[in-house]
T-cell receptor, first 115, second 113 residues
Framework: AQTVTQSQPEMSVQEAETVTLSCTYD???????LFWYKQPPSRQMILVIR??????QNATENRFSVNFQKAAKSFSLKISDSQLGDTAMYFC????????????FGTGTRLQVTL | DVKVTQSSRYLVKRTGEKVFLECVQD?????MFWYRQDPGLGLRLIYF???????EKGDIPEGYSVSREKKERFSLILESASTNQTSMYLC????????????FGSGTQLSVL
């Protein structure tokens, strides 16, 4: 069974600084997808970024980028120029390629952006 | 934008009650999911459905059942609520296909007393 591990329960970063959230996963599959989701205090989960395992190029979405290391099974999220609105829980998730492409989530990292 | 609507934001029930959590999506998505979210445990999949009347167990189905009679609606049923089912319940939907992103509802915080 696939597992997703987020080893940092909480992190803090100052506004305008850069922060990196860690995620590792375990799978025997060769082709899969990885995601980072954000859950602000409003509880609405929002997709931040998605990476396809067969693509070597790291995904980027504005201030958010990933460092995908397939051999190491590592998928970290870098947030540049952190903003107060980035304060949220961040979940790393692994998408199975089987039925319904269901997601397995990590335990989450609570990020606090401070002034 | 896709909208996933959960019928209640907060719900308080008594032990032994039968509880229905409703979820409706408005974008004709094939797949629908029910997760529960607990501090320190992340999101865990309870059940999912990839078509009308089709359902599959997730990682923690015990004590739950689901119903999908119409494509847009996916219900989670707690047959006899227990205190260990106090949790945040999140519904999600996605298009059919591999690697599709999930669209989430705002969650239902259920307290079983």
């Amino acid at each position: 069974a696939q597992t997703v591990t987020q080893s940092q329960p909480e992190m803090s970063v100052q506004e305008a600084e850069t922060v990196t959230l860690s995620c590792t996963y375990d799978t025997s599959e060769n082709n899969y997808y990885l995601f980072w989701y954000k859950q602000p205090p409003s509880r609405q989960m929002i997709l931040v970024i998605r990476q396809e395992a067969y693509k070597q190029q790291n995904a980027t979405e504005n201030r958010f980028s990933v460092n995908f290391q397939k051999a190491a099974k590592s998928f970290s999220l870098k947030i540049s120029d952190s903003q107060l609105g980035d304060t949220a829980m961040y979940f790393c998730a692994f998408a199975h390629t089987g039925t319904a492409s269901k997601l397995t989530f990590g335990t989450g990292t609570r990020l606090q952006v401070t002034l | 934008d896709v909208k996933v609507t959960q019928s209640s934001r907060y719900l308080v029930k008594r032990t032994g009650e039968k509880v229905f959590l409703e979820c409706v999506q408005d974008m004709d998505h094939e797949n629908m999911f029910w997760y529960r979210q607990d501090p320190g445990l992340g999101l865990r999949l309870i059940y999912f459905s990839y078509d009308v009347k089709m359902k599959e167990k997730g990682d923690i189905p015990e004590g739950y059942s689901v119903s999908r009679e119409k494509k847009e609606r996916f219900s989670l049923i707690l047959e006899s609520a227990s205190t260990n089912q106090t949790s945040m319940y999140l519904c999600a939907s996605s298009l059919g296909g591999v690697g599709e992103k999930l669209f989430f509802g705002s969650g239902t915080q259920l307290s079983v007393l």
